[in-house]
Structure formats: structure tokens, C-alpha cells
């Protein structure tokens, strides 16, 4: 093996160690329940970014507008017995001065990808690590993924995301978001 | 940036995706999916370089798990596809674990030697005729090859609901 794949293997064994905790449960710093409808959200940094999306293949420089960008690692879990369905476009954020700002959709930040010749092994993991721009919940099922807003907000904010269940559409809200400063 | 650079962010990048207040988030059995469609083509090379098709696995129950190395629950559910092998015979049910997107060595680096054929979707075209829409994502085929239950999100698939259904599968 080589030294720089080497360097990988204990990479990522320091990570999986560092990210387990207890149980090796996922760690959430925000959550949100709704019925039997769960959403969390942990902030995500510029150093955590560039070094994840590096270790896939980007360079620092290509990685930068994502990095920079206001980003989270989204979860979210149907606890309940009703399919759900959820399109990102239909999520926003809300600052404190009431200002709506969207997300920007995973197809947006790959067609920027595609300009940049980023290699595809990298643009594939890219794709999957991201909160797909829809979703299907069956009973059980739960999703995480990283996402950005198209500006980031002054201050903390609401995130609203919207879901449809068999009853119709429902809002699920986040307070007290806040983009990470690194 | 230097490889030792490298090396420092990699680790701290992985470990800063998923740090803060603990809750646990692991989904509990699969949903039977009531058309029970054909399963789509599945021929890709395993770790070996040695082409594997689904097909020749008809007559068993197989478990096809799509996962990435770099993606959590994947990594937290990969020990159970081992453990969920063993409950049944060879015959009977076989366990297929496709990454995507990623190379030999560093599937190897996380997953060793496996007691079930690893295969690799590097350009993930395999996949996109699959039900997949995140990862982990998991089918459960029937033995005349047709999807007929699946989860989306970490399982354990030693669970006894998930064992349930894979007997109800080897009994039809």
C-alpha cells in the first residue's frame, strides 16, 4: 500500500474513532421533532469541508466556494408509519430581519463541479454526501447529508424545512442556527 | 498542502461532519416494497478484479447494500452485513456490498477481508438504475430476483425484524 493511502487508513481510523462517541451514535448540536418526524443539524466549518472534499479528490481551491459557503450536515429520520417526501427546494432559511434565503441544490454545485473539470470519483462522492435535492421516507428510514444556503445569514436563524406526508404538507423548524466560523 | 497536512485535515474532517450532542440514529427493519419489481442488472467487478453478476445468485435471498467508506452510517452497519451472513447458509442467502465511487485500497483500509463479495461501482452507472436515492440504501432480493424490501439509512442487519424478512423471502 502506498504511503499516501497509508496515510488515509489512519485518517480515517482517527476519524471514525473521534466522530462514534457513545455507542457510536451521531452527534447532533440541533434537533427538531415533528410527530414522528425527526431533523438534526450540525454546522460545518471551512476546514472541515475543504479536508473531507480533499480527501475525495478535490483541491483546495475548486472545494473553496462550498467550503466557504454556509453549510450544515443535515439528518433526517421518519419515525413514523406514513411515507414522507421532501424537496430541498422547499426549505429556507429565515434570519432574524426576516430575509428568506434558499439552499442551493446539489445539481447546482455539480454543474459548477462539471465547469472545473473536477475528476468524477471526486464529483460521484460529492453527489452522495450531499442531502439529495429529494427524498422518500418509508417507515424506518432516515437520510444525512451536507447542504448550503445560497447566502449565508447575518446572525442565528430559523431553518424551515417542509415535508408531505398522507395528511398534506408540514413544516418541520430548526432555531438557532448559526453558520460555523473557522 | 503537504501529505502530513493532508493527512491532519482528512482525520479532522471526517470527525468535525459528525461532532455535538449524542443521539443515536439507526433506522429499524425494511419496507416491503409491494410491486416487487425486478431487480435491475448487477455485474460489476469484486476486489479481486473478478466480474460478479447478481444473476447467478438466483435461487438465494441476496442483500445488496450500495455504502462509501466516507459515509457514517455505512461505515457503523458494515460489521452487521458480516454478522447477518452468517446466520444462513451459503446457499441460501448472499450478502453483496457495492461501494461507490472509491478504489480497492481504500475499501480495503476500512473494510479488510470480508466474508462477502465487495464490488465496485466506480463510476456509479451501475447504481443509477437502482432504487437509490442516498447512502446507505439496501434491497433485500427475493429468490426470483425481484426487489422486495428496502431500507434507506444505517441498519443493523442482524436485527430480528430484518432477519424475519429474510426468512419469510427463503420460505417462498
Redesign the interface.
Known sequence: MTHTRWLVVFALSAAAGLAAGADDAIEWRHRATQGAVTLTANPLGVASRTAFYAARGFSATTIRPYAQACGFSFGMQNGGSATLATRLADWHAVGKDGRRIALRLPQAWDATWQKADVPQAARIAFRWAQFQAENFFEPGDWIMGMATLEASPSGPFRLVARYRDNKGNHEIVLDELACAHD | ?T??R??????????????????????????AIPVVPPAPTLRLPDSDGKTVDLAQYKGRVVLVNFW??????C??EFPSLGRVKKLFKPAEFEVLAVN????P??VF??AGHTEFPVLFD???KAMAAWPV???PTTLLIDRQGRIAF?????REFDDPEIVAAIKQLLKS
Open positions: 498542502m501529505e502530513r493532508r493527512f491532519i485535515f482528512a482525520g479532522a474532517g471526517l470527525a468535525l461532519l459528525a461532532c455535538a450532542p449524542s443521539l443515536r440514529a439507526q433506522g429499524r427493519g425494511m419496507t462509501a467508506t466516507w459515509c457514517p452510517p461505515r457503523k461507490v465511487g472509491e478504489d485500497d481504500t483500509s476500512f466506480r463510476d456509479s436515492k442516498g447512502l428496502r431500507a434507506v439509512g444505517g
